[in-house]
């Protein structure tokens, strides 16, 4: 095989690795715990439908999370079962509200952060990596389909001697 040819088949083998490795994830699913407590904050402020507090949760948590309407209804029936909020049909939606037991217990929850917040965090935090990878992996296909074979050669080299320092990076104590 010409060198040049080795080089650019490495390059797109590294290319479709890291957009592999740095492809947007599904989400991790939220606790049971953290949609009742989402809910209870998000009623404290009023009284809202199933599909509104969807809209509310997500807005709190800047995108990061949307519940599925799989796991707010459930759990609205069950605040409703334990006394905490009540349900009321306006038209042809059912329309939440707290009880004084269910105010009672999103008080607790109001001054604490939205389950959210350490999610939020946690994402921004964790989106650096990612999107440094995503920059690392353009600036690769662009060598990869306009580079002479000498740019690819030196492409390969330089993926090769970053992923050594990344794994030394946690070989440390």
Known sequence: ??????????????????????????????????IRTAILVELAEGPMHGYQLIQAIEARSGGSWKPSPGSVYPTLQMLVDEGLATAAQDGERKVYSLTDAGKEAAAEFTAAPHPSESRRGWEAERAALPKAGAKLAQALGQ???????????????????ARRKLYAVLAED
């Open 1 to 34: 095989m010409h060198p040049s040819s080795t080089a650019g088949s490495e390059l797109r083998d590294a290319v479709d690795s890291l957009r592999e490795a740095f492809a947007p994830k599904i989400a991790q699913r939220m606790g049971r715990g953290d």
């Open 143 to 161: 060598v990869a389909s306009s580079g002479t074979r000498e740019q690819k050669e030196r492409a390969v080299a330089i993926v090769d001697e």
